[in-house]
């Protein structure tokens, strides 16, 4: 690898690592792990949210790859810059906006959401599943559907597609899942505890800034730094 391909890698890793750190805490993906922890076992529950975060990463990252073969570089970059204004100030306004008991109302809303699923016929029951049950658990089953069913069109997702357009796939790849094993991993062990101390006026807030400066950094350097 180049110096030049080793800059944009790392570049590509460390803004995929910041961007999932403050768009995930606190996040629906988030409060469904720490939830599915405090009732089941802790690994199996980390093992599920992790492979749908990764498997979503990956897919991703590659649509953020493709895209650019069919529309111009210059056409992405300025797409890219949009998408990253517009996500920096719906969270500033989500912040601006933001309730205390926010947060609270959200865990009672994935509860909900849980305890429906746990009431209705489940998949593992019927006949089909269970000659897959002695390969893949329950619990991990559960944990990956519902963990990659929330992500899918959330604002980290399409932001990692934005991201990989004009930054090295690879890199922006790995920063991802790295971020979501650090966010899954902080909501396995204590994440309700941590969902209820961190203020999500001040996550969204940050989130806002750093994806204004993504856009700004855009702004500045043009097409052709990335």
Same mark, same amino acid.
């Given at each position: 690898?180049?110096?030049?391909?080793?800059?944009?890698? @790392?570049?590509? %890793?460390?803004?995929?690592?910041?961007? &999932?750190?403050?768009?995930?805490?606190?996040?629906?993906?988030?409060? &469904?792990?720490?939830?599915?922890?405090?009732?089941? !076992?802790?690994?199996?529950?980390?093992?599920?949210?992790?492979?749908?975060?990764?498997?979503?990463?990956?897919?991703?990252?590659?649509?953020? /790859?493709?895209?650019?073969?069919?529309?111009?570089?210059?056409?992405?970059?300025?797409?890219?810059?949009?998408? /990253?204004?517009?996500? +920096?100030?719906?969270?500033? /306004?989500? +912040? /601006? !906006?933001?309730?205390?008991?926010?947060?609270?109302?959200?865990?009672?809303? @994935?509860?909900?959401?849980?305890?429906?699923?746990?009431?209705?016929?489940?998949?593992?029951?019927?006949?089909?599943?269970?000659?897959?049950?002695?390969? %893949?658990?329950?619990?991990?089953?559960?944990?990956? @559907?519902?963990?990659?069913?929330?992500?899918? +069109?959330?604002?980290?997702?399409?932001?990692?597609?934005?991201?990989?357009?004009?930054?090295?796939?690879?890199? *922006?790849t790995i920063g991802g899942i790295i971020g979501h094993a650090i966010c899954t991993?902080?909501?396995?062990? +204590?994440?309700?505890?941590?969902?209820?101390?961190?203020?999500?006026?001040? *996550?969204?807030?940050?989130?806002?800034? @750093?994806?204004?400066?993504?856009?700004?950094?855009? *702004?500045?350097?043009?097409?052709?730094?990335?």
């Amino acid at each position: 690898m180049t110096p030049e391909g080793e800059a944009t890698f @790392v570049e590509g %890793l460390v803004r995929s690592l910041s961007m &999932i750190l403050v768009s995930e805490i606190g996040d629906e993906t988030f409060i &469904i792990a720490a939830i599915l922890a405090m009732r089941n !076992k802790k690994r199996i529950v980390f093992a599920g949210a992790i492979a749908a975060l990764a498997l979503m990463t990956v897919i991703s990252a590659a649509l953020g /790859y493709v895209v650019p073969n069919l529309i111009s570089k210059q056409t992405t970059h300025n797409a890219a810059t949009i998408l /990253y204004t517009f996500f +920096g100030l719906r969270l500033l /306004y989500i +912040g /601006y !906006k933001s309730k205390n008991n926010e947060i609270h109302d959200e865990i009672a809303e @994935v509860n909900n959401k849980l305890d429906k699923s746990t009431d209705q016929p489940r998949i593992m029951k019927s006949s089909t599943f269970k000659k897959f049950k002695l390969m %893949l658990n329950p619990i991990f089953l559960e944990t990956f @559907v519902l963990t990659f069913l929330a992500e899918w +069109g959330d604002r980290s997702q399409i932001a990692t597609i934005t991201l990989a357009t004009h930054k090295n796939p690879v890199g *922006v790849t790995i920063g991802g899942i790295i971020g979501h094993a650090i966010c899954t991993g902080g909501a396995v062990i +204590g994440g309700q505890l941590l969902a209820m101390k961190i203020s999500q006026r001040t *996550v969204a807030f940050v989130g806002g800034i @750093v994806f204004l400066l993504f856009a700004l950094h855009n *702004v500045i350097f043009g097409a052709d730094k990335d």
